[in-house]
Structures are given as C-alpha cells and as structure tokens.
C-alpha cells in the first residue's frame, strides 16, 4: 500500500492562500479525516493528492515517489466524489468495471474483480439495474465499488456521505469503516461532519483557514482540544464556551463563579465545558457554581439537553432523560472543575493550570 506526506506545501490561487506551508504524513493502511468548515482548505489539499490541483510550492509524495506534475492517471488513486457521478445509461455492473475496461482489463479478470467487489458492497444481485433504480445509499455503494476495483493505492473521499438521509450515513459509516478495515487501503476523507470524523477516523486533521489545528486520534482531540477553534468546532452539541475574567485562579462571568483554576490570571479568558460535565442541581443548593433560568428542554431519548440563558448566551448541560424542568424555571449549575479548559481569548491557545 502506501504512505501520503506533504512537506511545507502552499497553494495559492491569485493572492488567496488556500493552503499555506501544510505538513503531514499520512501513514501506510491509515484512514485519516480532514475536517473542518467551507473554505477551511481541506477539499484543495485533497485534491492536490489526485493531481486536480497543483501544488503552488512544497512537495506531495506517495511512498517515496514525488507525485507534483505526474499526471492523475499515473498517481495510482482513486476518488469518491459528494455526487455519485454515475453514468446513468450502463448497468451497475458496467459502472463498477469502467476504471477496468478503461485498463483493457482480460474479460476473465473483468467480471471476477467485479463479481468480488459487487458481494463486498452487497451489490452482487443488482449488477443488472441502471442507477435510477437503485436508492442514494446502492448509488453511493456503486461509487465505492468502482473507486474499490481499481486497487489503488489510496482512496481519496470528498464528503461521499453528505447526499443521504440520517439513516443512511450511520449504515454507510459502518460499512466504510469495515470495508477500509478489510481492504487496507491508505484512505483520505474530507468532512465537515465532526460525527463522521470521530465515527471513522484513526486520526482527525481538524482544519482552519488553510493550516492543520491539531492532529490526533478522535479520542484526544475530543478530550484534549489545544485551540478555541477545536474546541467549539469539535462535540455535538459543541463545548461550552464562556468569555470572562480568571483572577487568581477563579473564573468569574456575571452569574458564574468556579475556583479552583490553579494560579491563572488571564484578563480575557475564555472558559471551555462539554454539556456532559455541567450537571443540574436545586436552585438553593449550597455548592453550586450558577444559579439561571432555563431557556429550552430537548429530550433527544437517552438523554435531555437543557439550555440556559447565561449573560446573553447560552449554556448547554446534558440532564437525564427523565429531567422534568421547565422553560423559565431557575436551576443551579455544577461544574466538574477537574473537566473544564481555559483559553486565552486573544492566543486562542489553551493555558494549562
């Protein structure tokens, strides 16, 4: 298989840097996300790796081959696109076999390579329809099939899952995963979904404004987000973000109090909880941090999010799903100190206490 690494690569276009000095070394068999939001740079860097963009300046290899100016059909990649770019008028068998029959691939080994991708997929009894028969998830199992018979060296996968329905992309991130597990297949997908990111990567490259964040396993950027930009882009429903002032080491934000912070002092301080670690309790209890009203209850079925108005914001914990508490209703506020991160408002960059 193979390995992907960029070294301090740019791309520009006009005076726009789109991606500016990126380093990373995707490794042999990995399935690596880039995430992050429109125009983040993530969709460019990938496309830099099939040969549809060139490389401004640095250098793209795969293994020790320097892939800059070699043509797309030498790089030996195969991408995945958003739309299933299916030709509507060949079977699905004969969209699958395409990049074969395109190689001048003996008829023998052409519908054996077919015939195995097809059951992988769970294709094999539909190679007879045209794609309008077929539902968005067997498209997008076409699209994967064909990507799939080629062998190549890596998968390249923009955003494959974002045309189908809630219920789909579960079923199709289960079977990406599994799939990717099998083949072993050096894999790049590009999301904006930060569900998708932690369901299928091994590593996330989370993107902003054309630079790499922070790289990690899901786990770590989950637990341990270095910036604000992680840490608010990272969750659902996102980290709670709470401007105010930290005097040694207590944070205090009208209504909020929590000691505890070590021996910080940062004047524009923003204070960082998941809604997991912000718990409900009597509004007349005596060791709560925040005593607010309610602004919104959401039961979602294993749990409930109960929103609260903070100073002009909100705040969002996540209750059991039998909480009973009522628009308006005041409630206090536990937070679990030992959970809580502090960011410099003006670095952006987490400050250890």
């Known amino acids: 298989m193979a390995s992907v ?3 301090n690569v740019t791309k520009k276009f006009g005076e726009f840097i789109a991606v500016a000095d ?3 070394e995707v490794r042999d068999k990995e399935f690596l996300v880039l995430l992050g ?4 740079g993530k969709t460019t860097t990938m496309r830099m790796v099939a040969g549809l963009e060139e490389a401004t300046s640095g250098d793209i290899y795969i293994d020790a081959e320097r ?10 990649v195969a991408m995945v696109f958003q739309s299933y770019a299916l030709y509507p008028h060949l079977t699905v068998e004969d ?5 074969l029959k395109i190689r001048k691939v003996p ?10 991708v097809a059951r992988r997929v769970e294709l094999d009894t539909m190679l007879s329809r045209l794609p309008k028969e077929l539902s968005g998830g067997q498209r997008q199992r076409v699209a994967l099939a064909r990507a799939i018979v080629r ?3 890596v998968f390249l996968m923009d955003e494959p899952l974002s045309n189908l329905d809630a219920k789909l992309r579960t079923q199709m991130r289960a079977e990406l995963k599994h799939l990717q597990h099998e083949l072993q297949v050096t894999t790049i997908y590009v999301t904006h979904d930060q569900i998708e990111a932690m369901t299928l990567a091994h590593r996330v490259a989370v993107m902003n404004k054309g630079v790499i964040e922070q790289l990690g396993t899901p786990r770590d950027i989950y637990n341990d987000p270095r910036t604000l930009f992680v840490a608010g882009f990272i969750g659902s429903p996102p980290m709670n973000l709470i401007p105010g002032e930290v005097k040694n080491g207590v944070f205090v934000r009208a ?3 929590l000691a505890g912070l070590g021996r910080a002092n940062i004047s524009s301080a923003v204070l960082g909880v998941r809604p997991e670690d912000v718990h409900a309790a009597g509004a007349e209890d005596a060791d709560v941090n925040l005593v607010a009203p309610i602004y919104s209850v959401e039961l979602t079925g294993e749990n409930t999010l109960v929103s609260l108005q903070l100073g002009g914001q909100l705040m969002t914990l996540r209750a059991d799903k039998n909480f009973a508490g009522q628009i308006d209703q005041r409630v206090g506020v536990k937070v679990a100190t030992d959970r809580v991160f502090l960011f410099d408002g003006g670095t952006q960059y987490r400050v250890d206490f």
């Open 107 to 116: 008829p023998a080994e052409y519908k054996r390579r077919i015939a195995e």
């Open 151 to 153: 062998t190549p060296r």
């Open 95 to 99: 969209n699958i076999g395409y990049p």
């Open 67 to 76: 892939i800059n100016g070699v043509l797309p059909k030498y790089r030996d």
């Open 37 to 40: 939001p429109s125009g983040c």
């Open 255 to 257: 209504g909020l109090r």
């Open 5 to 7: 690494t960029f070294t």
């Open 22 to 24: 990126f380093n990373l």
